[in-house]
């Protein structure tokens, strides 16, 4: 009797947990007896996925900050090399998270033969271009998520499809409310990662507090990632700020539901902001030696996929030293409270919502996936 079909899955962080685990949802319907393995979080475990490492030990932003995590890195690498080297699963599908996945993974199936494809492509196109050397010589096929990637990897001879963003499938019956029946309610949106929110969020609660001056019926809401306890969160609301902040954990796209703005830290949340419609205030900041290395390194003007995707600044960016509370709470009052200002944003985040297509991005990403399984 033949075994049936072996995925391995490589996911870090938040988001890569969160497409993993729409992506093996939608594997096991069109394939039920498919086993998964791999490495992921929370939610592709209760997908049904058979964790070889978790995610959270490795997430980490930043070129210097890695180095402090180097140990769990490499302990994570061992685990999934392991595993694959004994368990030979047909098709290893990476996520994102290229440091770790290309640089560190895909050798390991190389030399294993076993064939790789890569869903939600490195941003290659932004930074570190030397990395098509290795997506050429180490994977078979990449899945890309944004309209200009197909034709950008297939110029460097990459096989790459456009099978259009997983987050639209989350969003797809997200109906924004009426702009009048909005209540004064902003979300603070740190990340996901303990440095990322050790670094942020006391910045936004001090940019909050400064604009609760001027609108002092504000309420702020901040969404705990699944990795993060709230507890964590919780111990960075000064006295007297807490009985205005709110902390949730369920889906950004619940909390986009409620309010009206968001400071959001730049990754894929911005994206879900932006196709939430909500106007946003992008905030970046690392330490200072990994900004400057990463400076040197990007090729493109903007740092959020939301002005990226539009070709223009439709929504604020803090950068660095740029990323103060007075200054924050600045951007907030011009972003926010002229309703001229907030109508346009808004029409120009509906403009990126057309473009990324029409939902069902995991479903196709499973179909190229089987079709590639069915020619190994």
Request: with cysteine; net charge positive.
């Amino acid at each position: 009797m033949k075994p049936p079909l072996h995925l391995a899955i490589v996911a870090g962080e938040d988001s890569g947990d969160f497409h993993g685990a729409n992506l093996v949802r939608a594997l096991r319907q069109k394939e039920p007896g498919i086993r998964i393995s791999g490495i992921g979080g929370r939610l592709m475990q209760e997908a049904g996925v058979e964790m070889v490492f978790a995610s959270e030990r490795l997430a980490v932003v930043g070129i210097l900050e890695v180095l402090g995590r180097l140990p769990e890195i490499w302990k994570g690498r061992q685990s999934i090399c392991r595993h694959l080297r004994r368990q030979r699963p047909d098709l290893l599908v990476l996520i994102d998270f290229p440091d770790f996945n290309l640089n560190l993974v895909a050798p390991c199936a190389g030399r294993l033969g076993i064939p790789i494809v890569y869903y939600i492509s490195p941003q290659v196109w932004a930074w570190r271009r030397g990395r098509i050397r290795q997506i050429n010589r180490l994977v078979k096929k990449i899945l890309v998520i944004l309209p200009f990637e197909e034709e950008f990897y297939r110029r460097q001879g990459v096989e790459a499809e456009y099978v259009g963003h997983p987050l639209l499938d989350a969003f797809a019956d997200f109906s924004p409310r009426p702009e009048k029946t909005k209540e004064n309610t902003l979300a603070l949106v740190p990340g996901s990662r303990r440095g990322e929110i050790k670094r942020l969020l006391p910045l936004m609660l001090t940019a909050a507090r400064l604009y609760l001056r001027r609108h002092p019926g504000c309420r702020f809401i901040i969404p705990a990632a699944p990795s993060v306890d709230p507890e964590f969160i919780s111990g960075f609301i000064p006295a007297g700020l807490d009985r205005k902040v709110e902390i949730v954990q369920e889906p950004l796209v619940r909390t986009l539901e409620k309010v009206s703005a968001a400071l959001v830290a730049s990754g894929t949340a911005t994206l879900e902001t932006a196709l939430a419609e909500v106007p946003m205030i992008v905030i970046y900041k690392v330490n200072q030696l990994s900004y400057e290395l990463g400076r040197r390194l990007i090729s493109v003007p903007f740092i959020s996929l939301v002005n990226l995707i539009a070709g223009k600044e439709i929504v604020p960016e803090l950068i660095q030293h740029e990323a103060r509370p007075e200054v924050v709470s600045a951007a907030m009052r011009r972003s926010f409270d002229d309703p001229r200002v907030r109508a346009a944003t808004i029409r120009e985040l509906r403009r990126i919502k057309s473009r990324l297509g029409r939902p069902g991005g995991a479903g196709r990403a499973v179909d190229a996936i089987l079709k590639t399984l069915s020619e190994r």
